[in-house]
């Protein structure tokens, strides 16, 4: 077993025992957490007096709460805590003494004050996984905004039309990142504690999150110091990468290889522009992207998207159109991937775990918790 306790009521999975001092807020620290209680470990949710703040990040609001909060935070327990009261501090220390993880993100060295810092923590509790979210690093004062973090990576720099401004994308993809960073961090030092023993701390932060995120793109100036600049929706070496105009609307096309770009051009008409000298390998192909677009725009606009998209599945040409998510939802239940599921008693819907374990899947036996509902609970388990 990986901790020592169970939670009887939500006992099940691969992290069935493992106990979670959730000491984060927002994003990254709770998706973490929420995507650990899915697989089984039992999750406890402190939060000061003023609550998450994402509670009050409305619109859009299900049964007046706001869905922000609500899409983070199923299958935890939930306690409120007020660490300038002294009673409350002590539950929060005991808490981080019990628990097998504690994840945090409050400023740099913030909980240290509070006793709830990782030396203080390790000190009574020796084999903690002890899991820091930041923004910058632990010595940046700036607080961790995904949107700063995308600035400042570099991602808004090459996101956009080339002739528009830098764009943020449209979810805080650098927060949900770091979150999935955090997850791995921890199951990598609950290995090591399995083996050895021992516990460790795991810094994360959203910058190194993004930057790694950034792979190809971040990858190429690391090795060549060329700095990426925006290309709109066309990939730096890959063509045709994106979507091109129909007779109806755009269709996006994923060509990553010459066998598939054969196969494009047989279906489309256009055979000889897959033995073109100018066209036949990927890397012509990149360069020469201006003369291709023309030739693909013109097969193209004989048709409609959905036809297009019929012919060329067929064909194995991955292609598809671009949906908005009501339809993405649509089309992952016509994949058999039943994106919906419905958590706790009371059935609060939400997004499917990503991760499928044939033997233990993930389940959802918790909604989303009101402020404070666990005290009781949390009290009775630490036995105060």
């Not at 959203?206 to 790694?212: C, D, G, K, V």
């Not at 390998?281 to 003369?291: H, L, N, P, Q, V």
Request: hydrophobic share 45%; with cysteine.
């Amino acid at each position: 077993m990986i901790g020592s306790e169970t939670d009887p009521d939500a006992a099940h999975g691969p992290l069935a025992g493992l106990v979670v001092a959730d000491f984060s807020r927002v994003l990254a620290g709770p998706y973490c957490t929420m995507l650990l209680a899915d697989l089984g470990a039992t999750v406890i949710k402190v939060e000061g007096p003023a609550g998450d703040e994402t509670r009050h990040w409305m619109p859009p609001t299900h049964d007046g709460e706001a869905t922000y909060y609500l899409s983070v935070n199923r299958g935890k327990r939930a306690i409120t805590l007020d660490f300038a009261d002294p009673e409350d501090l002590a539950v929060a220390r005991a808490l981080a003494a019990r628990a097998d993880v504690v994840i945090e993100n409050f400023k740099p060295h913030g909980l240290d004050r509070f006793g709830l810092g990782y030396d203080a923590v390790r000190e009574a509790n020796p084999r903690v996984v002890y899991v820091s979210i930041s923004g910058f690093g632990p010595d940046a004062a700036l607080p961790g905004y995904d949107v700063l973090a995308q600035a400042l990576s570099g991602l808004m720099s090459i996101t956009g039309a080339p002739d528009g401004p830098p764009t943020k994308a449209g979810v805080a993809i650098v927060d949900v990142v770091t979150g999935l960073h955090a997850g791995i961090g921890a199951l990598a030092a609950l290995r090591h504690r399995d083996v050895t023993g021992e516990g460790q701390r795991i810094a994360v932060n959203l910058l190194s999150s993004a930057l790694s995120a950034l792979v190809n793109q971040s990858g190429a100036h690391a090795l060549t110091g060329v700095v990426p600049t925006r290309l709109g929706n066309d990939h730096p070496s890959i063509y045709p990468y994106g979507p091109l105009p129909t007779a109806d609307g755009d269709l996006v096309l994923a060509i990553g290889n010459d066998a598939q770009f054969a196969r494009l051009c047989r279906v489309l008409g256009i055979a000889d522009a897959a033995a073109d000298a100018r066209f036949a390998r990927a890397a012509d192909r990149s360069t020469t992207r201006d003369e291709l677009r023309p030739v693909l725009e013109a097969a193209l606009a004989g048709r409609s998207a959905e036809e297009w998209e019929l012919l060329l599945a067929e064909a194995g040409v991955p292609c598809g159109p671009v949906l908005d998510i009501g339809a993405a939802f649509d089309r992952a239940r016509a994949l058999g991937l039943d994106p919906v599921v419905h958590a706790g008693p009371e059935g609060v819907a939400g997004v499917r775990h990503p991760i499928s374990l044939d033997r233990t899947p993930a389940a959802y036996p918790f909604a989303p918790p009101s402020p404070d509902a666990d005290r009781a609970w949390v009290l009775g388990f630490l036995g105060a």
